[in-house]
């Protein structure tokens, strides 16, 4: 079955660190761009980092310097470590994967989120 099962998130005070993990099953993992994206309340799904097939990282200006998205090609799993959080991050996120290794494709699989909660 081809899925993509997330763990982490939860809830921490602004400055704490979460990480969030999300696993690949039913498919050759490595030829695929992965991603996080979250969504707040009331707005709209915007990409927070994504990982090529060759390694090639990009983030949201948002996020860099503080979280950090990384990949295990034998585990299946990426993962992204978020650290410094802000209260305005609040929200659930959500691992993809991308219609082939470029990331600007669109998603094709997605996690089933996992609630972020930053308290001030």
């Known amino acids: 079955q081809v899925q993509l099962a997330e763990s982490g998130g939860g809830s921490v005070q602004a400055g704490g660190s979460l990480r969030l993990s999300c696993q690949a099953s039913?498919?050759?993992?490595?030829?695929?761009?992965m991603g996080w994206l979250r969504q707040a309340p009331g707005k709209g799904r915007e990409e927070v980092a994504a990982i090529d097939d060759d390694g090639t990282i990009r983030y949201a200006d948002s996020v860099k310097g503080r979280f950090t998205i990384s990949k295990d090609n034998a585990k299946k799993t990426h993962y992204l470590q978020m650290d410094n959080l802000k209260p305005d991050e609040t929200a659930g996120y959500y691992c993809a994967r991308v219609l082939g290794g470029d990331c600007d494709k669109e998603v094709n699989l997605w996690g089933q989120g996992n609630q972020v909660t930053v308290s001030s």
């Open positions: 039913g498919y050759t993992y490595s030829s695929y761009c």
